[in-house]
């Protein structure tokens, strides 16, 4: 018997979402959740402490509407600070290995004439992912669980019209194994190309210095990026981010501790924050040790 599949452990964190959100903060028991999701306790437990780390009684926890407000208020960011705080965390893989180059105006406002753009369909744990990349790394990951496979092709080609698209997940492979945090010797295979209008680019590179399991707000993005005025504009580009997950747009948050909106839907959003947190907890718990 072959083994689940990453979106059908999202799948079933997502039926948990909807039945922790209509319980209005209300505790929910193991054997309630194990209801509602479809398998016995044992699976339940199995299948969440398997996938995140942790039981789903704290896992519940981390899902509630007020999670954002704790994050804020616990693990909030100062962008000047951030790779400091990076470097001396634990973090997740991807924060050892993220590098990234920007496209210049010129090609951006080419709308991506002359580019060729493989792409490929993946799982992950966040549902099923659209995974594009130019010859030089990842160019845009887009998230269907919500939208619709459809949905999230229009989408993103819609951002390069001009550029010739290419089916070919095999080349895309190495980098969405190291993106979604798959054991790699060399983690340097993981670069990302940011292609977007000058101010965009700003934006997504602040989001960059944010560490894995912490939050900041949009307010504060503009401050970092020399805009404080500019929160709506922010809000815009924190949207239209192209590289979901990796250029971590779901680490910003309102100042009033709201999740804001997410491109690829709030239960996306929220189950990401969730896997952060509960990955940071569980490394707190286990430090990783490293050798002298």
Known sequence: MSEPSESYHYNVIRRAIDAIDAAGGVPMSLDELARITGLSPAHLQRTFSAHVGVSPKRYQQYLTLDHAKSLLAENFTTLGTANELGLSGTGRLHDLFVTWEAMSPGDFARKGA??????????????????????????????AAET???????????????????????????????????????LSKAPLVLIGAPFQIKVWEALLRIPSGNVTTYSEIAEAIGSPKAVRAVGTAVGRNPISWLIPCHRALRKSGGLGGYHWGLPVKRAMLAHEAAERAANQSHPTQVSA
Not at 118 to 142: H, K, N, Q, Y
Not at 151 to 166: G, T
Request: a negative charge; glycine letters at 12%; one cysteine or more.
């Open 114 to 143: 002359g580019m060729t753009i493989r792409w490929g369909w993946f799982e992950s744990p966040f549902g099923l992912a659209l995974v594009m990349g130019t010859d030089m790394g990842i160019c845009g990951i887009a998230f």
């Open 148 to 186: 619709g496979e459809a949905a999230a092709m229009e989408d993103m080609a819609s951002r390069w019209p001009n550029a010739e698209y290419v089916e070919d997940a095999d080349t895309l492979r190495p980098w969405v194994h190291a993106a979604f945090g798959a054991q790699t010797s060399d």
